[in-house]
């Protein structure tokens, strides 16, 4: 499905690491993360729509992913590590219950 | 001490267990090895900040594959499921969640063998307002 | 205590105060919780001041005669009079008001002089609010002030009630750091202050770090500080104090506004920490607490201490100490001028207007205690009358000046009980339920078996409204028998009662400024004698 023009906002503790090295990354998105437990004004259920799902590769391999559950924040906040092995991009994404992507992008140079 | 945010009833059918079971496939997980940092008092029942850690080498051979968060007082036990592997170098996650209310979070950690840890804390959720 | 005011005071001298057998190669001086009182004021000490859990007994929760014989504090000696109640307005009578920011800079520049660069003078926090001129200039007064004792650090909690802009704009304006290792910012999780400082004296590296109070977010207005996130956040602060060791420090001293409780709980399970200088709980202890190899300083509240440590540093160690809570009477030690300038500058535009006489009281008015005062019973008593409502709620702070029998309440009285910057006197409907959720909340807020899960104020004070309350028991089953004195008919949960009070951690929150409502209280009524706990039962003690 289609790519949202949501923009992540990415946080890599470092842009170059020796071979090895442990690196941060910190992000936030704007979702509202609907809970589908809340009901509007009329009385009827609110219908759940989160971002469910996270992944992180390091030029093209995983090095973590999460799913989210309605009780994760609003505006979803991620931060984990990852061990710097070789340089490229840091694709970040995020999947919606309609199934559309977010996607951030950073890189790291290891030298 | 005065008015603040709402305190919202506690719910009657919470899931963990089905849930703590469904991840662990019975097997029962050991406390130790799981770190869990939450404050003891939110700030906000909205956004609560929680950093899971496990103590793992995270080699090949040795490693933590998943993580799960659970919350006893929500409508649903369920908050996030973390997945690492030895590119993930350290085992340790933070976002922020919602708590419904006081309730008590807990983290079951998975390595790659089947062995399974835990840790829990208690954060309360109040209405706030005294000082000294 | 029939002692007169001129045969105690001829006992007392300057002197004897700051009377000291210097040891060692560093002196911490500590001063905390001042809550923008320039001024030496009355303070009458807690008469109930429990522990629960594991320091159920232990000071600081013992008062009174109990708390003087475990120091061997004779009764009706100065020192008495300055640490506890009992006989508080005979003995107010006899050796007067304590404090004063002049009185202090006497005493701070007395041991510079005597130990030149070996001293490090911090302060606790809770200096820049809580009083008329504090609230009008927004901080500037005690700002200003406070520069004059050339501070090495501070840290802080009541300064964040002035918001984010006002507290980055004073901290700019200081020549020494805020300190405040647990404070993050919301959107990156990153250190907001600068958590610790090196400052070398007496040729010892020293390590300060700042701790701010960790409920600053809960105890008041989030809304003001939205950007910041507090907490105890023992693992960050493991981490500052082994940066600290690693850089060299051989001393390490944890200016700390998290409560006594706290600090002692923190003590046990964060190593490396020589000193904690306790704030926020406003107790006052004559010798250090001892735990593990940490020393915990607790320098009471409203100038009434100056608290003097001396340690001496060997092999990155605290191999000797020795330690004075020095109260302030304000009649012994004399004002130091320049400092005595500064504060009649500031005060001189608003002197008359402070100076005003509202009413009368005939009994002593106070406010520290966890489930009342005299002083709360008054606020609470306007609230109702003021506000036409069935329960008055009124915040357990722990600062606010006393006043004793018979003595005049002026403009500045009242301000010195009210002066905050979300002071609106709200009214609105609640039913029983509700209002038992919140006493119950508040009270797990102060009876809660862990410390950590402690904010450090008081019980919320009540009028129209009696109850019982179990502080044993767990949270949620301490409150009972909750009575409408109106009627003398117990709380219904399902019926909406109106409720009025004050200092609503909510924005938006709307009514006149509580000040407003008390002084037209007192102005209509004139006299007022507010009589000792009356609604509250406690049990489990
Ligand atoms: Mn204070
Ligand atoms: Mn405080």
Same mark, same amino acid.
Not at chain 3, 516 to 528: A, C, E, S
């Given at each position: 499905m ?38 509007s ?15 992180c ?25 990852? @061990?710097?092995t ?22 790291i140079?290891?030298? | 001490?005065?008015? /603040?945010q $709402? ?76 997945h ?17 209310? +006081?309730?008590?979070?807990? &983290? ?6 089947? @062995? ?17 | ?27 911490l ?13 009355y ?20 008062? /009174? ?13 100065a ?14 009578? $006899?050796?007067?008001? *304590? ?19 070996? +001293?490090?003078f ?24 406070? &520069? ?20 980055k704009?004073?901290?700019g ?29 007496? /040729? ?17 207005p ?6 910041? $996130? ?8 493991r981490?500052?104090v ?31 920490? #020589? ?7 406003? #107790?006052?202890?004559?010798a250090?607490? @001892? ?18 440590? #001396? ?10 100490h020795r ?48 489930f009342?005062?005299?002083?709360d ?5 306007? *609230?109702? $009358? ?25 403009? !500045?009285?009242?301000?010195?009980? +009210? ?72 709380? !219904? ?10 200092a609503?951690?909510?924005?938006? +929150? ?32």
């Amino acid at each position: 499905m289609a790519t949202s023009s949501v923009k992540p906002r990415i946080k890599l503790d470092k842009k170059e690491a020796k071979q090895g090295d442990i690196v941060e990354v910190k992000a936030l998105v704007s979702h509202v993360m609907e809970t589908g437990q809340r009901k509007s004004a009329d009385g009827n259920v609110i219908p759940r729509k989160i971002l469910n799902k996270f992944t992180c590769t390091v030029n093209g391999k995983e090095v973590f992913s999460a799913d989210f559950e309605p009780a994760v924040s609003a505006n979803p906040y991620i931060q984990f590590k990852f @061990k710097a092995t070789e340089s490229g991009p840091v694709v970040l994404t995020w999947i919606d219950d309609d199934g559309s992507k977010i996607v951030g992008e950073d890189s790291i140079k290891v030298i | 001490a005065t008015l /603040g945010q $709402s305190i919202t009833p506690a719910f009657a059918a919470n899931n963990i267990d089905e849930m703590t079971k469904a991840f662990t496939g019975g097997a029962k997980p050991v406390a130790g090895k799981v770190k869990l940092d939450l404050p003891e008092i939110a700030e906000n029942g909205n956004t609560v900040p929680i950093t899971v850690s496990v103590d793992s080498p995270m080699t090949d051979k040795d490693y933590v594959s998943d993580v799960i968060i659970l919350a006893d007082g929500n409508p649903n036990a369920g908050v996030a499921t973390f997945h690492f592997s030895p590119a993930s170098g350290v085992a340790e996650a933070n976002t922020r969640i919602r708590l419904a209310n +006081t309730q008590n979070i807990v &983290a079951i950690a998975k390595t790659n063998d089947g @062995k399974f840890y835990t840790a829990s804390k208690e954060v309360k959720v109040t209405i706030g307002g005294c000082g000294g | 205590a029939g002692w007169s005011r001129a045969l105690a005071q001829q006992k007392l001298t300057q002197a004897d105060l700051l009377r000291f057998e210097q040891l060692g190669n560093v002196t911490l001086v500590h001063v905390t919780d001042i809550h923008g009182q320039l001024r030496p004021v009355y303070f009458r000490e807690p008469s109930i001041n429990l522990g629960t859990g594991d320091v159920k007994g232990l000071v600081p929760h013992i008062t /009174g005669k109990a708390l003087l014989d475990h120091y061997k504090i004779p009764q009706g000696s100065a020192e008495a009079y300055a640490l506890a109640y009992p006989d508080f307005a005979a003995l107010a009578k $006899s050796y007067g008001r *304590l404090g004063g920011l002049d009185r202090i800079a006497t005493i701070v520049k007395a041991i510079r002089a005597e130990r030149g660069d070996r +001293t490090v003078f911090l302060d606790g926090g809770d200096t820049w609010q809580n009083s008329f001129t504090s609230l009008t200039t927004k901080g500037q007064d005690m700002v200003d002030c406070m &520069a004059l004792l050339k501070p090495d650090a501070m840290t802080g909690h009541w300064e964040f009630t002035l918001g984010t802009d006002r507290v980055k704009e004073l901290i700019g304006q200081l020549e020494f750091p805020f300190l405040a290792q647990n404070v993050r910012d919301t959107e990156w999780d990153e250190p907001a202050f600068e958590a610790m400082r090196m400052i070398e004296r007496g /040729g010892v590296k020293i390590a300060v770090i700042g701790q701010a109070l960790p409920y600053t977010a809960v105890a008041n207005p989030r809304w003001m500080i939205p950007n910041w $996130s507090f907490g105890i956040r023992e693992n960050d602060l493991r981490a500052n104090v082994e940066k600290a060791r690693k850089d060299g420090a051989q001393l390490v001293v944890l200016l700390s506004h998290n409560g006594f409780d706290v600090d002692r709980k923190l003590a046990s399970r964060v190593s490396g920490i #020589d000193v904690i200088l306790t704030g926020h709980t406003h #107790d006052a202890l004559p010798a250090v607490v @001892k735990v593990g190899k940490t020393l915990l300083v607790a320098s009471g509240s409203h100038g009434k201490f100056v608290s003097r440590l #001396d340690l001496d540093v060997r092999d990155g160690e605290v191999k000797g100490h020795r330690f004075r809570l020095i109260p302030v009477f304000s009649d012994v030690i004399a004002p130091d001028a320049e400092m005595a300038t500064k504060i009649d500058t500031i005060r001189k535009p608003h002197e008359k207007m402070l100076g005003e006489t509202i009413g009368r009281t005939e009994t002593t008015l106070y406010r520290r205690g966890n489930f009342n005062g005299t002083l709360d019973d008054v606020i609470c008593d306007a *609230l109702l $009358s003021e506000r036409d409502a069935e329960i008055a709620l009124s915040p357990g702070f722990r600062w606010g000046a006393s006043l004793l029998p018979g003595q005049d309440i002026t403009r !500045e009285d009242i301000y010195n009980a +009210t002066a905050i910057t979300y002071p609106n006197a709200y009214r609105m409907t609640m039913n029983g339920a509700r209002l038992k959720d919140i006493l119950e909340d508040v009270a797990d807020n102060l009876f809660h078996p862990d410390p950590y899960y402690q904010q450090g104020g008081d019980m919320v004070r009540v009028g129209g409204l009696s109850y019982t309350i179990d502080v044993g028991k767990p949270g949620g089953q301490r409150i009972s028998d909750m009575t409408l004195l109106r009627t003398g008919k117990p709380l !219904e949960p399902a019926r909406d009662y109106t409720i009025t009070g004050w200092a609503s951690v909510n924005e938006g +929150t709307e009514g006149p400024p509580i000040w407003d409502v008390v002084t037209n209280y007192i102005t209509k009524k004139k006299v007022v004698a507010p009589k000792e706990l009356q609604n509250v039962r406690v049990m489990g003690v």
